[in-house]
């Protein structure tokens, strides 16, 4: 049997959560999501905890107040001086622009109840970008920070002059919703229905490669985080889901899980045998207890 190992050997010196072992005796970082895969780790913990589902007797239960201030303090140690509310992917390492990790932090403080975070990300994704031509559609929701910064670029352009489409986290949905969520915003019917088809189409994307290896990792993970973060806030009567909510989130499990035997499937080969989350998420599916 594998032996599970504990959290600390994932946990660099900001306290941010990696899929690899950092080096215990400098405790860098071993990746550059530390804060997607932090706020990951906590979602998954409060989920379990939400619908009472068994730890082993050495991992963490339910986030107390001093890592729910850790998590903040994380969150905001990761903010680019430069900008409002925009954030790197580890302290002082300025090219984030990915919607995974946006969307990771707001779920956490959603499920948390930090909604200073999320009303500063809120703020930050509605905030007119400024050069932007009169007649260009899209003002807002440009999330990109210091790289092109110091090379003579903005929110929205890149230093040749050119669109940085990548900034532009507008074209996903799941984006939208967590943000959100997380600044007490109930989402609107048509966003609302344009995550639920990325939920659908989540769950049913190919679980394996040609190869024989895991494919669509980061989108199995990014979709069942949501339905987590929903489903402990809903528990836990934070917030109302509606009909059409309910129905999409059904959908999602009752579909990925009629294709694995736990979540843990789906994340194989991108985190380290033995990981503290792979355990967790080996409780969650038809296999497990959730």
Known sequence: MLEKRKIEDFTDRFNMVHPRPVDPSTHEPSTLNGLSYTAAWIITRDYLDAFEVEYSDDTPGRIGNAERSRFITTVLRNRVPETGMMLARTPGHGDQQ???????????????????????????????????PWWWPFKTWWLNNAQFHKNGGDEWKLANGKVNWNAWLGRFPQTRYAFALSAEQK??????????????MAARAPLRGES????????????????????????????????????????????????????????????????PLLDLWSRVGPRGQR
């Open 187 to 200: 989402p609107s019917m048509m966003l609302t229905l344009a995550w639920g088809m990325g939920m659908m």
């Open 212 to 275: 024989g290896q895991p494919v669509n990792q980061t989108g199995f993970r990014m979709a069942w985080l949501q339905m987590a973060a929903i489903e402990t806030a809903s528990r836990r009567g934070i917030y109302a889901t509606n009909w059409l909510e309910r129905w999409f989130l059904n959908d999602f499990k009752k579909k990925l899980y009629s294709r694995i035997q736990d979540f843990s499937y789906t994340q194989e080969g991108y985190w380290e045998p033995g990981h």
């Open 98 to 132: 990915a919607w995974d990790d946006y969307t990771s932090v707001a779920l956490a403080a959603f499920t948390l109840e930090i909604y200073g975070i999320g009303e500063k990300l809120w703020s930050e994704a509605h905030r007119y970008r400024a050069g932007l």
